[in-house]
């Protein structure tokens, strides 16, 4: 048998879990192939390192000892679609570079571990021949096709955890705390970790709010007695007004209006309007931080070593899945760049609408 060369990177944001997908398709191509038959190269940050052709050919003991290490161990970097698809001042063709690297790396299949930015050029670099196996990571769990990312359990934990802090500080000093969680487009980890966390209004970018049913979430509690409240906002939430905006006309009126997110003006709205102290969490990339949780080691696992069945059936251009618990795959154009927001009859959504949570709409 022909020793199998595997290129392997990260991109886009990272996560936890990382680390462990990559661990958990290594070993199970050794597994399948033998290790005397498989070649690892780490592309390092992401399509950055392809295009430039930063990389190195990896030992078995370099995927030992990753499994409970946050990051990526190869490194990562944001590289918008525009940016790679399109001739810049420099005149580099970077696809052409991808293209260049990887066969000048004479490798047989390439894995990429991404969001939705990593998989639009995955399917793209697909389409141009080579052969491609996406693994669906993000915190923000808002890949379409498959129920669950990994990265998004994790997160999930350390946004919960810090809701739950909140509430001490919130019941002490009689305030209305708002927790701005991660989330520019979709507001899955909001969702859950307000339902986690015992939030009393949740805003979401899926669900424009209405300022007024913001504030009334919060009188409505303060007349039964209730002298704090928690309020978990998504980084990307806009207004009702706003949402009648393009993107980029919303991002302009905030310049004007010296605000950055949603949160700031809700906290600052509050306070004016109600009188109660109120105050901006924001834990930031704290969420992509820290030891992948027992879920996400499992689901990174599963979800790495079902790349290594691909390779062996020669499956390329596909995005792993997992649905209904099962782990599965979609072709890359069936799913590339497409995002999966909440939708309004979700089980989440109806969940927290049974417990009273006010969506602040
Ligand atoms: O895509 C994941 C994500 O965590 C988003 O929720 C957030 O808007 C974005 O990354 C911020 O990433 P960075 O600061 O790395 O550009």
Known sequence: MAVLRIGILTSGGDCSGLNAAMRGAVKACYDRFGEKNTQIIGIKNGYYGLINGTAK????????????????????KRQSFKMLTSVGEDGVDKIKMMKNTYKDLKLDCLIT?????????????????????????????????????????????????????????????????????????????????????????IIIPECPYDIEKVIEAVEDRAAAGKKFSIIAVAEGAYDKDEAKLKRKDRSKLREEQGIKTATERIAYQIEASTGIESRVCVPGHMLRGGTPSAYDRYLSTAIGARAAKLIESAAFGYSVAVKN?????????????????????????KTAKQIGISFGA
């Open 57 to 76: 050919e990896m030992k078995p003991s370099d995927f030992s000892g990753i499994l409970t290490l946050g990051g990526t161990m190869l490194g990562t």
């Open 113 to 201: 571990l991404g969001g939705n930015g990593t998989h639009k050029t995955a399917n793209l670099l697909s389409s141009e021949g080579l052969n491609i196996i996406g693994l669906p990571k993000t915190i923000d769990n808002d890949i379409y096709g498959t129920d669950v990312t990994f990265g998004f359990h994790t997160a999930l934990e350390t946004a919960t955890g810090v809701i739950d802090r909140l509430h001490t500080t919130a019941a002490s000093h009689s305030r209305v705390i708002l927790a701005e969680i991660m989330g520019n487009k979709t507001g899955w980890l909001t969702l859950y970790s307000g339902i986690a966390g015992g939030a009393d209004v």
């Open 325 to 349: 618990e099962i782990i599965t795959e979609n072709k890359l154009p069936d799913i590339a760049g497409i995002s999966k927001p909440v939708p309004e009859d979700s089980q989440a959504v």
